[in-house]
């Protein structure tokens, strides 16, 4: 698979030009190597990326003005716990879109309600990078706070008091629920 990596300076870049699309669409299917999962991996934080595929179908809508992209991406990963700092393999199998579009986006259509589909984005010179948005759905597709089986801080805090260590969660700063809890329970004025 060609990689225009070194092109604009992205891990995965493969670049569509929306006025070459068939008005059927175009099927694209990447089977990432270990050069590219080594560099999304350093990018993402994660431990490893052991696998990576994506099954893309790219199809102009409203006279080529618009390009709808549907995939599917899957992939097995290793983060680490925010709790216990161990490993906890992960494995993503999701399908997702996203419109593209060559008119100029006013920043005010940007803005949306949550309620609504995304917004279409703005095409760069008529083109589409499918590889950074591969990259960019497998960031949003990843479990945002990953913890290993077990892990629970409460736990650990008991366990370390126990042992006669302190087990400090939020580094001598108040935590700032336990103030809301405070004035809800009437304690603090």
Not at 58 to 72: F, W
Not at 120 to 133: S, V, Y
Request: with cysteine.
């Amino acid at each position: 698979m060609k990689n225009e990596q070194a092109e604009n300076g992205r891990e995965f870049s493969h670049v569509i030009t929306a006025a070459d699309l068939p008005r059927e669409g175009r099927h694209f299917k990447f089977d990432l190597d270990e050069e590219i999962r080594a560099a999304l991996a350093r990018r993402f934080g994660l431990k490893s990326l052991d696998g990576m595929k994506a099954h893309l179908h790219a199809k102009p809508l409203v006279d080529g003005t618009i390009v709808r992209v549907e995939g599917e991406i899957q992939a097995n990963l290793v983060q680490t716990c925010i709790v216990t700092l161990d490993p906890v393999p992960e494995s993503v199998d999701e399908d997702f879109y996203a419109e593209f579009s060559t008119d100029d986006i006013e920043e005010e259509e940007i803005q949306h309600n949550l309620e609504e589909a995304d917004p279409r984005e703005p095409m760069e010179d008529g083109t589409i990078d499918l590889g950074e948005l591969v990259a960019q759905q497998l960031g949003l597709m990843m479990e945002p706070y990953p913890r290993a089986k077990g892990a629970d801080i409460g736990a650990m805090q008991a366990g370390a008091a126990e042992k006669g260590r302190e087990f400090d969660v939020n580094g001598g700063r108040s935590n700032p629920f336990s103030v809301l809890a405070q004035l809800k329970d009437g304690k603090k004025k």
